[in-house]
């Protein structure tokens, strides 16, 4: 069974940066995919980005150019470092696994890490 635990998180100012680790676990296929989510009080879920067992990535609209997500296989955990950090980043966030799975994809991602919080102070 596949285990995700993320850490990282915390409070910055705006402008500041975080670099969230998410550590796997447990996964029985050399393909898969990862995803970084976060959820604010009171909206919906969204993804921030993802990342396949080959490396190729995606970015939404608000992460692009201010996040980078990588995965190192050996330590068997995918990082989000997020610089030029903005109040309106602020949420919980949290990682995901899918199993034999490559970007683009269209299923949901059913392994879920309990999240870290990051709050962005203005």
């Known amino acids: 069974r596949v285990q995700l635990v993320e850490s990282g998180g915390g409070s910055v100012r705006s402008g500041g940066s975080l670099k969230l680790s998410c550590h796997f676990s447990?996964?029985?296929?050399?393909?898969?995919?990862m995803g970084w989510f976060r959820q604010a009080p009171g909206k919906q879920r969204e993804g921030v980005s993802d990342?396949?067992?080959?490396?190729?990535?995606r970015y939404s609209d608000s992460a692009k150019g201010r996040f980078t997500i990588s995965l190192d296989k050996r330590e068997s955990r995918m990082y989000l470092e997020m610089n030029s950090l903005k109040p309106e980043d602020t949420a919980m966030y949290f990682c995901?696994?899918?199993?034999?799975?490559?970007?683009?994809?269209?299923?949901?991602?059913?392994?879920w890490g309990q999240g870290t919080q990051v709050t962005v102070s203005s």
């Open positions: 995901a696994y899918e199993e034999q799975c490559g970007i683009p994809y269209d299923i949901p991602l059913n392994y």
């Open positions: 990342i396949d067992s080959t490396h190729t990535t």
């Open positions: 447990g996964g029985r296929y050399a393909s898969y995919c």
